[in-house]
């Protein structure tokens, strides 16, 4: 699922400026050809084997998105803010894209188990006026190295003792996700320069050391992390223990210390910090086996750059399908909070979300609202409720209606006192459409209405709209 991430911004209205950028419109029409020619040509596509023979396996990938963007009465009418000049630019009409080509090799032993490596480039690229939150500019793109890991899996080696690829060692530039991205699943901020903030085609640590061993129904982690600059630099080190109840659900404990953070900057203020969280995942009621549930709670400690650090956050969410009826759809509701801080206290009480992302599991987790979670609030000083409708007319589309109700957990937005904690309610329609088996159709309209709050920090009070429409291709 696509979804971007990161900080806040500020107002006045001016007419709206239309940046454009031609090289950027023609790397744009580009993608999109590829994209298309996917869609039209997919039967032939596969992953490409390169090299099959003797233990060697050699094989080329290659992923590409293309994305249109529409705003309208951006921040509540107080106009989209460019977060590198200031200049507010009005509502905002944008385009991204990527490429990401990859190339994966192992070699398996006969008695030592199995040798990995892989590496993977990515390029971006944002047209227009550039994202509503301002992080991305037209011109904005970037061509890098996204993945570049090696590592060994046991395979068959301890199949007797401890099952099939028990053991996995791995060092590298690559990617790393406890759970459902709560709080580790992106480390690489796709912003500014980068482009593609929505899209968010960058998710690898840029150093990321992991022993990962699974004796089901036992598992775990022990996992080195370093992120990229635009999170400070930040260096953690932790271990992450699952237990696997078969047909039951999954039960995890999480325990990590930041190392050190290189800026003091937001993100620097985290150097020190504790995390301990524990967390349950699809927790299913043998006698209503259509009901499950989520749930977590986060506690941070320590002592950082900004002084002692007393945080915490939780959710919980229940989710019961229909499978009997039509479209066997779903509906879910979700309570979560994440805690925040007076603007005069002498503590660093606002949760730290660390490197949450656009999990898995769909559509708000943990990108909570296409305008609020990707624009205004970002899992910190915050409580909301969410309700989520979803149903399948058939087995390739995939319809989807979210609520939210977000309100402040102190009264103050990034440091602007506000005398109401209501900051806003939004509403998602999405659609999902999967083509064929290597590309996918996405589309979603969002608005937001402002509460108080949001009121009293943009200064205006207009519903804020927002168009979304995505073509990925993945073979």
Do not use: C
Not at 157 to 167: M, R, T, V
Not at 215 to 239: C, H, I, N, W
Not at 361 to 373: A, L, S, Y
């Amino acid at each position: 699922m696509f979804g971007g991430t990161k900080n806040g911004f500020r107002k006045e209205r001016i007419p709206r400026r239309r940046s454009e950028h031609p090289s950027s419109h023609l790397w744009i029409r580009g993608l999109i050809g590829v994209a298309a020619a996917g869609w039209a040509f997919s039967p032939a596509l596969a992953e490409i084997g390169l090299v099959e023979e003797n233990g060697v396996n050699v094989s080329f990938g290659l992923e590409a998105a293309a994305g249109y963007f529409h705003t309208v009465n951006t921040n509540f009418g107080a106009g989209r803010v460019d977060l590198r000049s200031g200049e507010n630019t009005g509502d905002a009409r944008w385009t991204e894209g990527y490429l990401k080509p990859s190339l994966n090799a192992a070699y398996g032993f006969d008695r030592a188990g199995k040798l990995y490596g892989g590496v993977t480039g990515v390029g971006t690229v944002t047209a227009g006026d550039g994202d509503a939150g301002g992080y991305t500019n037209s011109g904005d793109d970037d061509t890098d190295l996204e993945r570049l890991f090696i590592g060994w899996n046991s395979a068959q080696l301890l199949s007797d003792s401890l099952g099939e690829d028990a053991i996995d060692i791995s060092y590298g530039q690559q990617d790393f996700q406890v759970g459902d991205g709560f709080l580790i699943y992106d480390g690489n901020t796709d912003q500014f320069k980068k482009g593609a903030y929505w899209l968010a085609p960058r998710d690898a640590f840029k150093r990321a050391g992991l022993v990962r061993i699974n004796a089901q129904p036992v598992r775990g982690d022990l996992f080195y992390l370093k992120a990229d600059s635009d999170q400070d630099d930040t260096e953690l080190g932790g271990v992450n223990v699952e237990y696997v109840a078969k047909d039951f659900g999954t039960f995890g404990v999480t325990y990590l210390h930041v190392l050190d953070s290189a800026r003091p900057s937001n993100a620097g203020a985290r150097d020190g910090m504790n995390v301990l969280s524990l967390s349950v995942s699809e927790l299913t009621p043998p006698a209503v086996p259509n009901l499950s549930f989520w749930g977590g709670y986060v506690v941070e400690t320590g002592s950082g750059r900004d002084g002692k650090i007393d945080a915490d956050a939780w959710y919980l969410e229940a989710r019961y399908q229909f499978a009997d009826w039509p479209w066997s759809p779903a509906l879910s509701y979700r309570y979560a909070a994440f805690s925040g801080a007076d603007v005069d206290d002498a503590k660093r009480r606002d949760f730290d979300p660390l490197f949450y992302g656009a999990s898995d599991r769909g559509w708000g987790t943990w990108v909570q609202g296409e305008i609020t979670g990707n624009y205004l609030l970002f899992n910190s000083n915050q409580r909301d409720h969410m309700v989520h409708l979803t149903a399948s007319p058939s087995e390739r589309l995939n319809l989807g209606l979210l609520y939210y109700r977000f309100f402040l957990d102190k009264n103050n937005y990034y440091g602007t006192p506000v005398s109401d904690d209501h900051f806003n309610d939004e509403v998602n329609l999405y659609a999902d459409w999967t083509i064929n088996d290597y590309a996918s159709l996405s589309a979603v309209y969002g608005v937001a209405f402002p509460g108080a709050a949001a009121e009293q920090v943009f200064g205006d009070d207009e519903p804020y709209h927002l168009l979304e429409i995505a073509l990925s291709l993945t073979f």
